[in-house]
């Protein structure tokens, strides 16, 4: 499996949730970090949506759960 594939997936999927919980102009700013290095995968997401419906910090971390389930289905697919 190509690091660039379980890194663009995981990335995407984090991007998702973000965006299916706020509107684009919502978030202020959001940046999501993955590596994936001898099979050890790494998410940080940071979030800044001061003036959304949703609890950001609570949002960031769904995403980075959803980044890891999405890169576990890849993975076990």
């Known amino acids: ?10 990335a995407d999927a984090a991007e998702s949730v973000i965006f299916s919980r706020f509107d684009v102009d919502e978030v ?3 940046d999501v970090t993955v590596t994936f290095e001898d099979d050890v ?4 997401v940071y979030l800044n949506a001061p003036d959304g419906r949703a609890d950001a ?4 971390d769904d995403a980075a759960l959803a980044a890891r389930a999405a890169v576990d289905d890849l993975l076990d697919g």
């Open 1 to 10: 499996m190509a690091g660039d594939e379980v890194v663009r997936t995981a």
């Open 57 to 60: 910090d609570r949002v960031a």
């Open 28 to 30: 202020d700013d959001f």
């Open 41 to 44: 995968l790494e998410v940080d």
